[in-house]
């Protein structure tokens, strides 16, 4: 079992940056294939990025490429997503996520099994 715990959000105006980050304990980090996703009032929870156990092969949404950027530290048992050029839009709690049971475990939320308690980001306009 691991658990995720996020940080790194805040309030930022459009076009600003931030860097999420999301620490894990627990089982061997190196175990775990990772995704970050996010929640907007409202909304449905929606895939934002998903990196592999060995922390190749990253792969975006369609809204997020560009401009955000997915890593995983295994010496400090960390993955992050550095989020760039953010706009109003991006607005919402986002979740660290991680699936012991694939090597990549890519955009659906149903494949990961552990789930961090979310960080708010608002963006200003």
């Known amino acids: 079992q691991v658990q995720l715990v996020e940080s790194g959000g805040g309030l930022v105006q459009a076009g600003g940056s931030l860097r999420l980050s999301c620490a894990a304990s627990g089982r061997t980090f190196s175990s775990y294939a990772m995704g970050w996703f996010r929640q907007a009032p409202g909304k449905e929870r929606e895939f934002v990025a998903a990196?592999?156990?060995?922390?190749?092969?990253?792969s975006y949404a369609d809204s997020v490429k560009g401009r955000f950027t997915i890593s995983r530290d295994s010496v400090k048992n960390t993955v992050l997503l550095q989020m760039n050029s953010l706009k109003p839009e991006d607005t919402a709690v986002y979740y660290c996520?991680?699936?012991?049971?694939?090597?990549?475990?890519?955009?659906?939320?149903?494949?990961?099994?552990?789930w961090g308690q979310g960080t708010q980001v608002t963006v200003s306009s």
């Open positions: 990196i592999s156990r060995s922390g190749i092969s990253p």
């Open positions: 996520a991680a699936s012991g049971t694939a090597y990549y475990s890519g955009s659906r939320y149903q494949n990961y099994d552990y």
